[in-house]
């Protein structure tokens, strides 16, 4: 999560983006889609371009008056992503990806889903949440240390479009 912004961003502060490790995720994401659809029910599915997981997984929360509610520790976010958005004090969840996806499964699905993208390649895909309906409109992230907190839409551009 957060690749391809992290390394847009940092390409733009004059980092040698290759050497830091940082490199953008771009890719389609129809295979993926495939499979998903193929193996079971697809409720929802969102592309991370703009405002990245986090305006997605509000996206879902707002329109279908539910609750997301998403655990830190499953979120793949690389090391050096993490690094790099913590010495910017920018959460990577608002950071653009361009070959990521978030699908809203039913929970016998999602498992099958995850198990079959990483068959294709795709190892850090996971299970990162569930759907509740404890506060409708609101993602809510359990957080490492085991508080919780809510994951705002991001405002403004974080990354500035670059095509």
């Known amino acids: ?12 502060a004059g980092i040698d983006v290759e050497s ?5 995720d771009v ?3 129809t295979r993926v889609m495939q499979e ?3 193996i079971g029910e697809v409720h929802a599915a969102k592309d991370l371009t703009r405002g990245g997981l986090a305006s997605a997984l509000n996206e879902f929360a707002s329109k279908n008056k539910v609750t997301v509610y998403v655990y830190e520790d ?10 790099y958005s913590e010495m910017l004090g920018v959460d990577p969840l608002v950071l653009a990806c361009e070959g990521r996806v978030v699908v809203a499964a039913p929970p016998e699905d999602a498992e099958t889903i995850v198990k079959a993208w990483k068959r ?21 992230l359990e957080t490492l240390a085991g508080g919780i907190r809510i994951v705002e839409k ?7 479009r670059i095509c």
């Open 1 to 12: 999560i957060g690749e391809h912004g992290a390394a847009i961003m940092a390409a733009q």
């Open 36 to 38: 998903a659809m193929k």
């Open 20 to 24: 830091s490790g940082l490199y953008s």
């Open 120 to 140: 294709m390649g795709f190892v850090k895909a996971e299970v990162i949440g569930e759907i509740t309906l404890e506060r409708p409109g609101y993602v809510l």
């Open 27 to 29: 890719q389609p994401l």
């Open 154 to 160: 991001p405002t403004g551009e974080i990354v500035p």
């Open 74 to 83: 499953k979120i793949p976010v690389r090391d050096e992503v993490l690094a």
